[in-house]
């Protein structure tokens, strides 16, 4: 036990540098989103300034969207909104990526947001509607203590890469296959 804590404390000691971090946050277990509005509460708490940019607009009513609109220090953009994904058009569903990443592109380049949350971002990656290596490009010239968090099932390798901290939630069990529908500060 003692051996532990010192090899413990000398990794504390080692890692000393400050810089902002790139986290993905994938696999097929329930928790993506939700650690992501996590880490926005303790980003608010040491009053920075975040955005959200989500990729895919599941529902309206999540209490996260309530709440984290109500608050001054936060900007919240649903990129769902007023268009659909896929149209079936590959060349409808590009341009609706080149858009919703344009807004994302704006929040990379604002120094003042210390934390951006791209929420189901792999969802147009996976289906080709928008370029990982634009992503990529952004990602690498963002300010140099922004955190951005990027969440969503099936994170495509070079996304893993390029990040910090990676990972992959595991599905175990869900209620839902226990027929007990999405449930308010849970689920939604
Ligand atoms: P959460 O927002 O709860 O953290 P998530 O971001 O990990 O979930 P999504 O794929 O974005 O997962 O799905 C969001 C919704 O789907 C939530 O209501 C969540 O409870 C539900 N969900 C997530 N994973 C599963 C699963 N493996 N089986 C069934 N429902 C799921
Ligand atoms: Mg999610």
């Known amino acids: 036990m003692q051996r532990k804590k010192a090899v413990v404390d000398a990794a504390i000691a080692r890692a000393d540098q400050d810089q902002g971090l790139l986290l993905v946050l994938t696999g097929n277990g329930k ?13 608010l708490g040491h009053g ?29 953009h649903v990129l769902g909104e007023g268009f659909t994904w896929k149209t079936q058009d590959l060349s409808r569903d590009t341009e609706t990526g080149r858009r919703a990443w344009a807004v994302a592109r704006e929040m ?28 990529l490009t952004d990602l690498s010239s963002r300010p140099s203590m922004q955190h951005v968090v990027i969440t969503g099932r099936g994170a495509p390798t070079a996304l893993c890469d390029a990040a910090d901290t990676v990972t992959e939630l595991r599905d175990i069990k869900h209620a839902f296959r226990a027929g007990i529908r999405a449930q308010r500060g849970i689920d939604l």
């Open 108 to 135: 990379l380049h604002d120094p003042s947001l210390g934390l951006i949350v791209l929420d189901e971002l792999t969802y147009p990656l996976r289906h080709g509607w928008l370029e990982l290596d634009t992503v």
């Open 48 to 76: 920075m300034r975040i955005g959200v940019a989500q990729f895919v607009k599941g529902r309206s009513d999540t209490g996260e969207e309530i709440f984290f609109r109500r608050q001054p220090a936060v900007v919240w």
């Open 31 to 43: 928790g993506k989103s939700s650690s992501a509005f996590g880490m926005m509460a303790r980003a």
